[in-house]
């Protein structure tokens, strides 16, 4: 419950943060915010859905493992379309910790929560366990990619003003 509704929370302020973005126009388009900023959304609502699924009355463990099952199934297919989206965009030129927390980090926690519902029903406790260290996951993967985000926005906003600045007082 206390992931659920940080994510809840978490994924107002990315809004906040894509419109801070999009006013401070450091982002090249909207493939860089399909790239770099929608999956720091979608992490923060499959967080959100992931403790929905866990705290809804569910009468056996196969229903569990089912909705689980589809939401590690459409994580790995959204995290592929995030490699697409990433090599895309042409103003960012992702690094190596850029492929880590937005691609490898997000794909290896569906499949790991792929995994857990194919547990379920065989190993409870262990697989809940696995789920909730999954969506935690999930949780700070969107929190370092927002922070990652509101750092490169304010970065290249300071730049863009330095420069508009320097030539400011080279034309006087």
């Not at 750092?151 to 030539?167: I, N, P, Q």
Request: charged content about 10%; proline content about 3%.
């Amino acid at each position: 419950m206390i992931v659920g509704s940080s994510a809840g929370a978490l994924t107002g302020l990315q809004f906040v943060v894509i419109a801070l973005v999009a006013n401070a126009e450091a982002l090249g388009s909207s493939t860089e915010i399909r790239a770099f900023g929608s999956p720091t959304v979608v992490h923060f609502c499959v967080a959100l859905l992931i403790s929905a699924i866990a705290n809804a009355p569910w009468h056996t463990l196969a229903g569990v493992a089912i909705a689980l099952g589809i939401c590690g199934i459409g994580g790995v297919i959204y995290a592929l379309t995030v490699i697409r989206h990433a090599r895309a965009q042409m103003h960012y030129s992702p690094d190596a910790e850029d492929w880590f927390w937005y691609v490898a980090l997000p794909l290896a926690s569906y499949a790991t929560l792929v995994g857990a519902a194919e547990a379920l029903p065989r190993h409870p406790g262990a697989a809940l366990f696995v789920v909730a260290g999954t969506s935690l996951l999930l949780l700070l993967i969107g929190i370092h990619n927002a922070w990652d985000t509101v750092t490169y926005v304010a970065l290249a906003h300071m730049r863009k003003s330095r420069g508009s600045e320097d030539r400011e007082e080279s034309s006087e």
